[in-house]
């Protein structure tokens, strides 16, 4: 396709933002149309199966709609689930979202790692496997959250979020056996990374000053870099499309545009 063809970036909700800050960062010139499922969101909270079918059938309409270049999944609990059946269906290139486990081993001094997803995410054999593969030598612990998605989504629509309100999920970690020497979280879903300020200044308040993060968004970065070449001359921007129209994508709109999403429209 055309080197102005958009890049397609997917998530349930405003998760993928996280991704397309360090996407932006690299490749500024590259237009990208952001879209997000918020006719089914969350995902996390969903079965495996109602993920298998969704994500690939909605990503056909929006590749037939959009024409992009490479799609990127920014959305762990799809990746983790429907990735395979998604590259089945598409003729363009997909890059998926990987939990950093890898990162937060080499990082890891305590080996002592927390893994906080989805529910539909932390109990996926994709998670078993790169523990297996990666941090054979660790510790791994779990813990599934749909809190901190909707509470991502309501720091993007501009309302307050705490310390506070996020620590109960950081000590769904903690508070498991050999939790006390954690010293890296896997951050396993595209919205937790936008919390990450208040996930650290709750890691501080439960007695772990110096808790380490680790998230996909700047590997995925690399990557798409590698499979678009560089493209600093193009004109950038893009927009936001979302599968429903409602208030939260009126309350969303200055946070879409802080990220240079400069509209909004409907599927």
Do not use: W
Request: charged share 20%; glycine share 12%; with cysteine.
């Amino acid at each position: 396709m055309a080197d102005q063809a958009p890049i397609l970036m997917f998530d349930s909700g405003v998760g993928g933002l996280s991704v397309l800050r360090p996407v932006r960062g690299l490749l500024p010139g590259v237009p990208v149309v952001y879209a997000a499922d918020n006719a089914g969101f969350p995902y996390g909270t969903k079965s495996e199966a109602e993920i298998a079918a969704r994500v690939p059938a909605l990503l056909g309409r929006l590749v037939e709609r959009y024409r992009p270049r490479l799609v990127v999944i920014a959305c762990n609990t799809a990746s983790t689930i429907a990735l395979a059946h998604v590259r089945a269906a598409l003729d363009v290139p997909v890059v998926g979202t990987v939990p950093a486990i890898k990162p937060a081993a080499l990082a890891s001094r305590s080996r002592v790692i927390g893994v906080l997803g989805t529910q539909a995410t932390v109990r996926q054999t994709y998670v078993d496997r790169l523990s297996a593969e990666f941090a054979a030598d660790c510790l791994v612990l779990r813990h599934g959250s749909a809190r901190l998605v909707e509470l991502a989504e309501a720091k993007l629509a501009g309302e307050a979020v705490t310390a506070a309100d996020v620590a109960p999920e950081l000590a769904g970690l903690t508070s498991q056996p050999g939790g006390e020497r954690m010293d890296r979280v896997v951050l396993a879903c595209t919205h937790f990374p936008l919390l990450q300020p208040e996930l650290a200044q709750a890691g501080v308040e439960l007695g772990f000053p110096g808790l380490g993060f680790d998230d996909g968004g700047p590997g995925i970065a690399r990557r798409v870099k590698v499979l678009l070449g560089d493209d600093e001359d193009g004109p950038g921007g893009g927009f936001a499309v979302f599968t429903r129209a409602d208030a939260q994508v009126d309350r969303l709109a200055p946070a879409l545009q802080g990220f240079g999403l400069m509209r909004t429209e409907v599927l």
